[in-house]
C-alpha cells in the first residue's frame, strides 16, 4: 500500500440533466451525445419516455432501445447491450422511471413490504438498495460517455414583469431519483423552461456554476476536449464500481427481477377489470380484504399467467354469479 503522485487521466463523461416536462432534456441529451461522438461515433437512446426521442430522429442520428420495464436491472442490461454494441455514447431518457415507475425501485420496495410479515419498508429496502446500486455501478463504470435526464418534481411561481403584469412560470424542484444520485455524475445541472442549462456540480472547472443557454455541440466540444486532457487510461487506473455484489446478491437481484416482471404481467391481464379481479383474489385468500395485487405471491402469480384467458373467465364468471344472485336468480 503506497501513495502515488495524482495523474489526470483521460476520462469519461457521466452528465445528468434534470427538469421539468418541456425544458428540452431530451433535445440537448442527443445534440450533447452526437457531438460527444464525432464523425463514426455512435449513439445509444435507451428511451423510457414513450418514444420522445425519436421525434428527433430527423434532426440527430442514434439508435434507440425502447424499455417496457423499469427495474433497474433493465437498465443494467440496457447499457451492457450498448457496450457491446460499441456505441461511443449512450444516452438514458430518463433515469427517473428506474425510481418511481413501473417495476422501478419504490415499487419493488412496495412490492417486498407487502409480502414481509411486517411489512416493513425499512427491511425491504436492504434487498432493493443492492438492485439500485447495480445500476448507479453500471452507469459509472460504463466504457462509454453517459448522458441521464432526470424529471424534476414541478412547482408554479407567479412572477411580474416591468409592466406589472403577473405571469405563471413553471419550475423544476428536487429530481425523481434517489437521493444524493447527483454526486455519482462528472456534471449535474437544472434545465428551466427557458433551455438553460444551470450547472449546480461540475468536476470540470470551466464549468463550475455556470449557465449554458441551449446547450449542444460547442458545449460538447469544450467537456471533450477537457476529458481527453491527460495520460490514457491503464487498466491499474481504471474506475472500478463502487458496491462489490456477491454471487448470492445476484442471485436475489435476478428474483426480484423476474418478480417484478410477473406482476407486471399480471398487472396488465386484468387492467381493465381490476376492481373484479381484486374481488376474486380475496374470495380465494390469495390476498386479505384491504390489500392490493402486490401482495399476491409469486406462485399464485405463476398459476395465473400460466392461463391467463381461464384467470379471466373465472373472474368474470364470480361477477356472473353475484350479479344473478343479485337478481335473485341462481347459476345452473
Not at 221 to 234: C, I, M, V, Y
Not at 306 to 325: C, I
Amino acid at each position: 500500500m503506497n501513495f502515488v503522485k495524482a495523474t489526470k487521466h483521460q476520462s469519461k463523461l457521466r452528465l445528468a440533466i434534470i427538469g421539468p416536462a418541456g425544458s428540452g432534456k431530451t433535445y440537448s441529451a442527443l445534440g450533447i451525445a452526437v457531438a460527444l461522438a464525432g464523425k463514426g461515433g455512435k449513439v445509444a437512446v435507451i428511451d423510457t419516455e414513450r418514444g420522445s426521442a425519436s421525434l428527433y430522429a430527423d434532426m440527430f442520428a442514434f439508435d434507440v432501445l425502447t424499455l417496457d420495464s423499469f427495474s433497474p436491472l433493465a437498465y443494467v442490461e440496457a447499457i451492457a447491450e450498448a457496450e457491446k454494441g460499441g456505441y461511443a455514447v449512450i444516452v438514458i431518457d430518463s433515469l427517473s422511471h428506474a425510481w418511481a415507475s413501473k417495476d422501478g425501485a419504490l415499487e419493488m420496495v412496495d412490492r417486498e413490504a407487502s409480502r414481509s410479515n411486517s411489512k416493513n419498508s425499512y427491511t425491504a429496502w436492504r434487498n432493493v438498495t443492492p438492485v439500485q446500486n447495480k445500476m448507479v455501478d453500471a452507469i459509472i463504470g460504463s466504457k462509454a460517455h453517459i448522458i441521464c435526464t432526470m424529471r424534476s418534481k414541478m412547482e408554479y411561481v407567479m412572477d411580474k414583469d416591468e409592466k406589472g403584469k403577473t405571469t405563471i412560470r413553471k419550475i423544476g424542484l428536487q429530481p425523481i431519483q434517489r437521493e444524493g444520485l447527483d454526486y455519482e455524475f462528472t456534471i449535474c445541472g437544472d434545465m428551466d423552461q427557458e433551455h438553460k442549462y444551470i450547472i449546480s456540480k461540475s468536476r470540470c472547472p470551466a464549468f463550475a456554476d455556470a449557465v449554458i443557454e441551449k446547450p449542444g455541440k460547442q458545449f460538447a466540444d469544450k467537456l471533450l476536449a477537457w476529458l481527453d486532457e491527460g495520460a490514457k487510461e491503464s487498466k491499474k487506473t481504471q474506475i472500478l464500481p463502487l458496491t462489490v455484489v456477491e454471487p448470492v446478491a445476484d442471485k436475489k437481484m435476478a428474483e426480484l427481477s423476474a418478480s417484478a416482471k410477473l406482476l407486471s404481467d399480471f398487472q396488465a391481464l386484468i387492467k381493465e377489470m381490476e376492481p373484479a379481479a381484486i374481488e376474486w383474489l380475496v374470495k380465494h385468500e390469495w390476498i386479505k380484504a384491504g390489500e392490493g395485487v402486490p401482495a399476491v405471491t409469486d406462485e399464485n402469480l405463476k398459476k395465473a399467467m400460466e392461463r391467463p384467458a381461464a384467470f379471466k373467465t373465472a373472474v368474470k364468471t364470480l361477477q356472473l354469479v353475484k350479479q344473478q344472485e343479485k337478481n335473485g336468480s341462481k347459476v345452473k
